[in-house]
């Protein structure tokens, strides 16, 4: 990780300008989500943030999130930080619980969860694996991304099925060290 402060010593506005610089400057910059350009430019990308490690209490606020989106067209997409689950393996249950009280709560086809966090690691990878960094970020994230964009944009892009390869590429290209600075530097 880095020398950056603390998680308790920063403010909700601090998580969301690491995370909206980490979009700015992993995702769209080097193309990981091809999609990611136009809801930044476009500002319709929201940034929420729960300090709380109470899942309970994380897990309502992500049902929230969701309503909030069904309420406000103009939101495209909401990053949902969650800094406390410092933990991957935490952070994996608790994924596990959203994912399951989204379905619950009708919100499956409306609605994809897209996992990020610090130690990201894909099942049977090295942590050093530079394809990991696909799914790293400044903190722990859940994207609400709603399917029926995914859907169309999907359709328009002229590879879609590539895209993870042409990422894996990307960070093999980039390497380890270079991408554990480029994310580190998000916290400055």
Known sequence: MTDSPSTAQLSDEHYQQHTKQWVKSFVV??????????????????????????????????????????EQADIETTMFIVPALQDFHD??????????????QGYDGVYQLASFHPDYCFAGEPANEPSNYT??????????????????????????????????????????????????????
């Open 29 to 70: 910059e080097y193309n990981i989500c091809p999609f990611a350009k136009r809801e930044l430019e476009r500002g319709s990308i929201r940034y929420a943030v729960n300090g709380s490690d109470d899942v309970e209490n994380l897990l309502q606020q992500l049902i929230a999130e969701c309503q909030l989106l069904d």
């Open 91 to 104: 952070y994996l249950d608790m994924l596990n619980w959203a994912e399951q009280l989204v379905s619950k």
């Open 135 to 188: 799914n790293r970020s400044p903190y722990a994230t859940l994207h609400l991304i709603r399917e029926k964009t995914i859907s169309r944009l999907t359709k328009l892009h002229p590879d879609p099925e590539g895209i993870p390869d042409r990422n894996i590429q990307v960070t093999e290209d980039l390497g380890s060290a270079a991408l554990k600075q480029l994310l580190a530097s998000c916290k400055n």
